[in-house]
């Protein structure tokens, strides 16, 4: 763990406090985006996160529920849910029959890919403001 800094200055409030302020507009946006295509910004993620893996199209419950940190009964309750409006499918894993996959569908394919678009230029916000603060700590 890194040494707790013995005080902090103005400029790294002030930098801190406007990082806090962009995360919290990107995560509003994200909320109104998601809900303008008709889902939650949970579903949305949850789509995100089944691409998150190199080299395959699908994620399991277990790793969407790390992605998402949240607990795995309330992950299988939110893919059920996805599941049935049409976004997603679960497939038993051909490798350990424990796992359950969840596999885009081509109407979630489809919101995923528009909402993703509409997340790149904030994306690059908050990749600045990141910059910036990290500027500030020293």
């Known amino acids: 763990m890194a040494s707790q800094p013995r005080s902090i200055e103005k400029h ?3 930098a801190l ?11 509003r946006f994200s909320e109104d985006a998601a809900r303008a295509e008709g889902i939650t910004v949970l579903q949305y993620q949850l789509m995100l996160h089944t691409q998150a893996f190199p080299g ?6 277990s790793e969407i529920a790390e992605r998402l ?3 795995l009964h309330g992950v299988v309750a939110l893919v059920s849910r996805c599941e049935e409006a ?4 679960r497939k038993p894993s051909t490798t350990d029959r424990r796992q359950v996959e969840v596999h885009l569908l ?4 489809r919101k995923l890919e528009k909402l993703a678009l509409l997340h790149q230029g904030q994306i690059a916000d908050l990749t600045e403001v990141v910059a910036l603060v990290g500027k500030a700590r020293k």
């Open 106 to 109: 081509a109407a979630g394919r």
């Open 69 to 71: 940190q949240a607990q």
């Open 12 to 14: 790294q409030l002030e």
């Open 86 to 89: 049409g976004l997603v499918k």
């Open 56 to 61: 395959r199209e699908w994620a399991t419950v």
């Open 17 to 27: 406090s406007d990082f806090r302020f962009r995360l919290r507009s990107f995560l």
